[in-house]
Every structure is written in structure tokens, then in C-alpha cells.
């Protein structure tokens, strides 16, 4: 079994100040990691993955996450907000391999991006 | 360029009525899904396809049907909407996958339904 958990249902921070959005997760299997954002009445778009390579995964738009197997975390960062990246953001799980795998969402974090 | 395509994006329609939503891709995936999305909430899987004529439920029970009578469509039908279908309903796919793959999905715009 697999499961995601965001622990910040929303986040706001100012424009130019870092952004941290929280994941934990947990895996029976060496698990894929996901992180994808949804911005209002849009699909999901890709950020960044894991996928066993390097811990330390660059993204899209300057985001950034790293993966710590000792602590089950996947957090996501990026060195100074910009108010385009208010979204919703989705962390994600996924058991690596088989047809039959599939992915688990997480609650989704709110992020809000102020002058 | 390859894409994944949801008609229509909006739709409002009125109880008892027959409705589908459609998703096409032109990235020659093998697996397709379909998504249920409250408004602030999570992403449910209700149904997903490894290939033609391959169709399995979900993660949540869901009174939708699809079909997947070729590899680059998946429609969603539901024979009589009911105001609890409300719903964002979101289209994604993916390559098969093996045991090296890592099953990035690719995600439709969606399509926002509402039943009166």
C-alpha cells in the first residue's frame, strides 16, 4: 500500500521569499515521486519526478525537490516565489514498475503568492 | 505535436440526461485513465485502460462507464446525469510501464460538469 500526505493544506508567502511545500509519504516498493501543479480551471502539469536517480530533482519554473529516504520526505522548493506560481500543488506516489501500478495523490497544497 | 484532449471543457446539463466526455491522445499511449476531482480536493481514480478493449475500475466507485475501442480514445459516458456527478472529471495517460518505468502521466485540461 502507498499514501502521500501534504502537510500544509495552504501556503502563502511573499513575492521573492522561498517556498517549502511539505510531503511525506509512504511505500511498500522503491517508489516513483511526483510533484504536479494545477493552476485554476487547468489540467495538471508536470514539475518534476523521482526516480531512484539523483536525491536532489530540478523542475520546471525554478522548483526544486529533494528526496530523504530516512525521513520519507519529498518537499518541494523554490529559492523565490513569483506570483504566477499561486497554484495548486500535488504531491504524488507511485510503486515503481508493472502495468498494474498506479498513483496516489495527495491532498493538494494551496499556494498564494502576495506583493 | 503530441497532446492529450478533452471535449468539451464545460458542460452544464440537467438531470436524467445522457452525457460523454471526451479524451483523446496523440502520444500513442498505452494506458489511459479518468480522474474525479472535487473542487479543493484530491484526485480519484475511477477508471484506467492498459490498451484496446481493456477497461478496469477505479479506486472510487463511480456509476461512469468507458470503452476503449481504439488506443487513442477513451470516452466517459454516464447514462443519467444526477446532480451528485458535479464534478471536475480529468483525463491523463501513460506509457504501459515495466518494471524500469517510472509511469509518468500526462494530463488532460479536464472537463467541469455540472448537473442541475
Known amino acids: 500500500a502507498q499514501s502521500v500526505t501534504q502537510l500544509d493544506s495552504h501556503v502563502s508567502v511573499s513575492e521573492g521569499t522561498p517556498v517549502l511545500l511539505r510531503c511525506n509519504y509512504s511505500?511498500?516498493?522503491?517508489?516513483?515521486l511526483f510533484w504536479y501543479v494545477q493552476h485554476p480551471n487547468k489540467g495538471l502539469q508536470l514539475l518534476l519526478k523521482?526516480?531512484?536517480?539523483?536525491?536532489l530533482v530540478k523542475g520546471i519554473n525554478g522548483f526544486e525537490a529533494e528526496f530523504k529516504k530516512s525521513e520519507t520526505s519529498f518537499h518541494l522548493t523554490k529559492p523565490s516565489a513569483h506570483m504566477s506560481d499561486a497554484a495548486e500543488y500535488f504531491c504524488v506516489v507511485s510503486d515503481r514498475g508493472g502495468t498494474a501500478s498506479k498513483l496516489t495523490f495527495g491532498t493538494g497544497t494551496r499556494l498564494q503568492v502576495t506583493l | 505535436e503530441a497532446d492529450i484532449y478533452q471535449t468539451p471543457r464545460y458542460l452544464v446539463i440537467g438531470t436524467g440526461k445522457k452525457i460523454t466526455l471526451e479524451c483523446s491522445q496523440t502520444m500513442g499511449h498505452d494506458k489511459m485513465y479518468w480522474y474525479q476531482q472535487d473542487p479543493g480536493m484530491e484526485l480519484h481514480l475511477i477508471h484506467y485502460?492498459?490498451?484496446?478493449?481493456?477497461?478496469e475500475k477505479g479506486d472510487l466507485s463511480s456509476e461512469s462507464t468507458v470503452s476503449r475501442i481504439r488506443t487513442e480514445h477513451f470516452p466517459l459516458t454516464l447514462e443519467s446525469a444526477r446532480p451528485s456527478h458535479t464534478s471536475q472529471y480529468l483525463c491523463?495517460?501513460?506509457?504501459?510501464?515495466?518494471?524500469?518505468?517510472?509511469?509518468?502521466?500526462?494530463f488532460g485540461p479536464g472537463t467541469r460538469l455540472t448537473v442541475l
Open positions: 523521482y526516480t531512484s536517480a539523483a536525491t
Open positions: 485502460s492498459y490498451g484496446v478493449n481493456s477497461t
Open positions: 511505500s511498500s516498493y522503491s517508489p516513483s
Open positions: 491523463a495517460s501513460s506509457e504501459l510501464g515495466g518494471l524500469s518505468s517510472y509511469n509518468e502521466q500526462f
